[in-house]
């Protein structure tokens, strides 16, 4: 057997489960049109108006998703290896930062480097991943280098990007940029960014040995190791691209509001993490889709927005939003344990 052959077959476990059945995203789509619908009723009872036939606020919803799916498309990435990534909105506010300085016009007042204006998008873009590819190769390098938990080796790096923001500029926002870097954030541009994203790596992980070897080391490590997979390498690899992602998401943040703020991207990984584990990416690794981390932020768009709908005070959105990540959570737990039986 080569090793090519061991490597298809460790990872056949949790592809092939998956294949059985209907794919879960269709029972992932029916709780989103179920609470659409629900929030449709309560609109006509509570504030006499139709939640589903607003366009403006569809729309909204849309944009709002964009961001977050962008970083719950690497997010998923990082947990079907079974791992997890807590950094990634601290890398939001930190690639927002540093890109949008290169991006500033020779117009505005007060440019963070007034040497360095008006210059191709190319470039704040180019900066702006490289930033996040950065970030996800250290956390890569120290998961697989030095065996320390996912957990801890984010954190740090949730901690340190952050501190990076607000110390690039002092805590001063930044802006007066280009019109060719704010065009990303405009119209629709931010959801076609999304889309082309998760259509990339949804191919990758489905039909690419990148993908194979993603869910294998998620299924089972040691046998990934033994059929051959260099899993430090690998691994490496998945954080680099979910640190990219999280760049990007960091751009299309800054561009959207045409300024880059040190707080940019606060609970960002969160709302990433909820959007995978709602749209069936399994906690424990060797389980998850793009499609349904699509799915999964469209629902939690869907229900962020019906909140603020039906005049719900922020407060108990973010109690609410809570509840939702723990059901999340205990209903993976529950699949996982139907599944061994």
């Known amino acids: 057997m080569t090793s090519e052959q061991a490597t298809a077959k460790a990872a056949a476990p949790a592809i092939s489960k998956q294949g059985r059945r209907l794919p879960p995203e269709v029972s992932i789509l029916l709780v989103l049109i179920g609470i659409a619908l629900i929030y449709e009723v309560l609109g006509w009872i509570f504030v006499g108006q139709s939640f589903l036939m607003n366009q403006q606020r569809l729309t909204i919803i849309i944009l709002q998703v964009s961001v977050i799916g962008i970083i719950a498309v690497g997010v998923t990435q990082v947990i079907i290896t079974g791992g997890i990534d807590l950094s990634s909105g601290s890398v939001v506010g930190m690639t927002a930062m540093i890109a949008a300085s290169f991006a ?156 880059a703020q040190s707080g940019m991207g606060v609970t960002y990984e969160l709302d990433a993490i ?28 869907v229900m962020i927005s019906g909140f603020t709908f039906l005049r719900v005070d922020a407060y108990y959105q973010e109690i609410i939003k809570g509840v939702i990540i723990v059901a999340a959570v205990v209903v993976d737990v529950y699949r996982q344990k139907k599944r061994k039986v």
């Open 104 to 259: 500033q016009a020779s117009t505005w007042a007060r440019p963070v480097y007034p040497g360095l204006t008006d210059l191709p998008f190319i470039v704040p873009l180019a900066i702006g991943l490289g930033i996040g590819l950065l970030a996800g190769i250290v956390n890569g390098a120290l998961i697989a280098q030095t065996k320390i938990p996912p957990f801890i080796a984010t954190l740090g790096m949730m901690v340190s990007a952050r501190g990076v923001a607000k110390w690039y500029t002092k805590g001063s926002p930044v802006s007066g940029l280009t019109d060719q870097f704010n065009f990303i954030g405009t119209g629709i541009w931010p959801v076609v960014v999304f889309l082309v994203v998760a259509f990339i790596f949804h191919i990758a992980l489905r039909y690419t040995r990148y993908g194979k070897f993603t869910y294998a080391i998620g299924a089972n490590v040691q046998a990934a190791r033994v059929s051959g997979i260099n899993v430090e390498r690998h691994l490496i690899k998945v954080y680099a691209i979910a640190g990219v992602l999280a760049g990007l998401a960091g751009i299309v943040t800054a561009a959207r509001a045409q300024t």
């Open 274 to 301: 909820a959007a995978a584990v709602i749209g069936g990416t399994s906690l424990t690794g060797g389980v998850g889709r793009i499609t349904g981390t699509v799915i999964g932020a469209i629902i939690l768009g």
